[in-house]
């Protein structure tokens, strides 16, 4: 059998700290070809990326697992107690950068395959897509993968992204879908002057405190019935005057949305525009607006793939996971262009801190989990 654990530990020990491979991707490229899977590098744009595959090209079945290599920076590594790319175990839990977010998780799906195609070959593919760069902008990561599975048909039928799912409690939580995700950076510019002289200014910063209240004020929905309502945050609002007596030329402001599915980036933008035309039309000062989208919101609605991983996952933790949204942007958003996706995966409670740490016996877990869906899937 092949050991979970063993694997994480030496994924650990690699240090891919995005956007660099560290030895991960060519680690896993090893023992995926030495169990007999087809494995080919889709590098692109500096990122490096590997797809694989075990089965005939183009099957009608496939079942495919998707995650990535790359870390977050340790940060402060004089704060952690232990070696962040030590994969140490101390009272049965490993520590190190990527323990939780995700190569416990890759190396649970991929031991997961190795022995289910070794011991029950199926009539079917599996595919596993790992990037390095979920981590980073994500522009040459998984989107690379898929472009290359489009240019050679590959196909996946179904997809499980391994990303932790679970805030406390293993097998509580699975993702059927994603808010979208987008940020709006504002600049107003009005006229410099002197404080004292007020009218022989414009001042941009009463402006902004216009257009923050108004963007913030606004209650973009109330929730559907799988996504919580939509959020807007002002993240900051800056000058850069250190003078008292001077009224500044410009200033910036910031906000981040998370949207449900009533919304697209596209609408919203519009309503972000229009607000912004509003506000430089009322103080007589100029607003530029620039707008990224990092995604759109999408639901894999509750089906045939939620349930077949509700079921495996409830045999193995005896616990039904929740069907949720919740949570930030992951790969699935590009996958759910390919085929039906969800998410499920570890407790997530230590990703990106200091001292990011699994329970040994949660990695096992994980990997049961997989092998029972692979399992039932091709039953």
């Known amino acids: 059998m092949t050991d979970p654990v063993e694997l994480t530990a030496n994924l650990i020990r690699c240090p891919s700290v995005t956007p660099d491979e560290g030895g ?14 087809y494995c080919t590098r889709v590098d692109r744009g500096g990122t490096c990326n590997l797809f694989a595959r075990w089965g005939q090209k183009g099957h009608a079945r496939s079942f495919g697992f998707n995650g990535h290599t790359d870390v977050v920076p340790v940060g402060d590594e004089a704060a952690w107690t232990m070696p962040p790319f ?35 070959p199926p009539d079917g593919a599996v595919i596993l897509t790992i ?43 699975m993702k059927i879908g994603r808010r979208g995700s987008m940020t709006a950076w504002f600049t107003v510019t009005g006229v410099q002057g002197h404080s004292a002289y007020p009218h022989r ?104 793939l939620s349930d077949l991983v509700a079921h495996a996952v409830k045999a193995e933790t005896n616990i039904r996971p929740a069907l949720s949204t919740t949570g930030g942007t ?8 390919h085929c039906p996706v969800v998410e ?14 699994v329970e040994v016996a949660r990695i096992h877990q994980l990997k049961a989990i997989y092998s029972r869906i692979l399992t039932d899937y091709f039953a």
């Open 24 to 37: 991960a991707l060519v680690l896993l490229q090893q023992v995926l070809e030495e169990a007999g899977f």
């Open 86 to 120: 030590g994969a140490e175990v101390r009272d049965g839990v490993m520590y190190g950068r990527g323990a939780t977010d995700m190569k416990s998780g890759v190396a649970a799906f991929a031991a997961a395959a190795i022995d289910f195609v070794r011991d029950t």
């Open 131 to 173: 990037t390095g760069d979920e981590e980073g902008d994500a522009l040459d990561g998984t989107v690379a993968l898929l472009d290359h599975m489009a240019a050679t048909d590959e196909r996946m039928s179904v997809c499980l992204v391994g990303e932790p799912t679970c805030p406390n409690t293993m097998g509580e939580m």
């Open 201 to 304: 200014a414009k001042n941009p910063v009463p402006a902004m405190a216009r257009l923050m209240d108004r963007l913030a004020s606004h209650e973009l929905d109330q929730g559907t019935d799988h996504f919580d309502a939509s959020t807007l945050a002002v993240v900051t609002i800056d000058t850069g005057n250190p003078a008292t007596n001077v009224i500044p030329a410009q200033c910036s402001g910031t906000v981040n949305i998370r949207f449900n599915d009533l919304h697209s980036g596209a609408s919203l933008s519009d309503w972000l525009q229009s607000e912004a035309a509003a506000v430089a039309e009322a103080f007589g000062v100029d607003v530029e607006t620039r707008i990224k989208i990092s995604g759109e919101s999408f639901l894999t609605p509750p089906g045939a």
């Open 330 to 337: 992951s790969d699935a958003r590009f996958i759910k262009d």
């Open 344 to 357: 499920f995966g570890l407790v997530g409670r230590t990703m990106h801190q200091v001292d990011e740490c």
